[in-house]
């Protein structure tokens, strides 16, 4: 029996994904437009839409001008709920993003002026611009989804994603994100440059820009209940345990300081599942897996300085994951 073959005939057909006649079309329908806002670049699409039905927040990083705010913006019009664009500049204050309690003179009491993060959409722009203190700001939203301020808490709305984008951080004028905040994205994607032909069509556009022509394809309601559906998709053990296999040998490899933390397991665990129902699939297979190990792990492990001396960065991160899994068995 294949491998696909095996994984269908295990899933009890109780256990099966009821979603919603046309749903999934919609999905469909939704990643078509992405790929029109942003040209040649289908696994970058595919993987930004694993993080929303996943739950989680995208962190975009790349040079500027290859698209980072086009995608962060198309995937957010392209849901009909709220949205709220953020450009991170260094002098900002946390107030600016959650908000802040004034005094209301007529009522003589204090008064909740809500910020930009209450959105279901946030994109924060460059968000290494700005300090440390600034970006420690999303911490409890991207976290627990609620904001506190001056003791009371208020809950955020759902769905709620933050979409961020960075340069990397070599380049002048930037902040390194911490190691707690990174651990709050699901996935950090690189998006690179377009391929010669993508790039023709891209100068022939004549400079539109193509985020401002993405129209609401689901609402808030079809996106929650694609969401819903992402926890039935089928994970057989031999595939939690070939997971679990990847992040012990980073808790354990010498050329990392830093292994993945429990959360990031579960991320990998929640994205794989997430991208077999994009892919049409009610089952997990090892490929999806491999996939995304990288995307979902690059950033929160360590690299060790003895190890990768001056060049320790997300692409030494990446080599040694694909070393990783190079030496991890594949469940068979």
């Known amino acids: ?106 009522r003589q009491e204090f008064e909740f002026k809500p910020g930009p993060i209450f959105t279901n959409f946030l994109l924060a722009d460059e968000i290494n611009r700005t300090t440390p203190k600034t970006q420690s700001a999303l911490l409890e939203a991207m976290n627990e989804r609620q904001v506190t301020v001056d003791g009371r808490t208020y809950p955020l709305a759902e769905p709620f994603m933050v979409i961020a984008t960075q340069n990397p951080i070599e380049h002048h004028g930037t902040y390194p994100l911490p190691e707690s905040q990174l651990d709050r994205f699901l996935l950090r994607l690189w998006i690179g440059y377009p391929d010669p032909a993508s790039e023709r069509e891209i100068l022939r556009s004549g400079g539109d820009w193509p985020a401002f022509r993405v129209h609401p394809v689901l609402s808030a309601e079809q996106v929650l209940e694609l969401q819903r559906l992402v926890p039935q998709v089928y994970v057989d053990e031999r595939i939690t345990d070939y997971i679990m296999d990847i992040v012990q040998r980073t808790r354990s490899h010498e050329g990392l300081a830093l292994g993945v933390s429990p959360r990031g397991a579960q991320a990998l665990y929640r994205a794989a599942q997430a991208l077999a129902l994009l892919e049409g699939r009610d089952y997990v297979l090892p490929d999806d897996v491999k996939r995304l190990v990288v995307p979902v792990f690059a950033h929160r492990v360590i690299v060790d300085d003895r190890i990768a001396g001056p060049l320790r960065n997300s692409r030494s991160a990446e080599r040694i994951l694909q070393q990783i899994l190079s030496q991890v068995a594949v469940p068979v």
């Open 1 to 106: 029996m294949s491998l696909v073959g095996y994984y269908s005939s295990v899933v009890h057909p109780r256990d099966r994904i009821d979603a919603p006649a046309g749903l999934l079309a919609q999905l469909a329908r939704l990643e078509a437009t992405l790929n029109q806002a942003l040209r040649g670049k289908p696994d970058v699409v595919r993987l930004s839409l694993v993080c929303l039905l996943a739950r989680g927040h995208l962190l975009i990083e790349d040079v500027p001008g290859v698209g980072k705010t086009t995608l962060g913006q198309a995937l957010a019009r392209s849901v009909d709920c709220k949205f709220h664009r953020l450009q991170f500049t260094s002098d900002m204050l946390p107030s600016d993003v959650i908000g802040v309690t004034v005094y209301n003179a007529q």
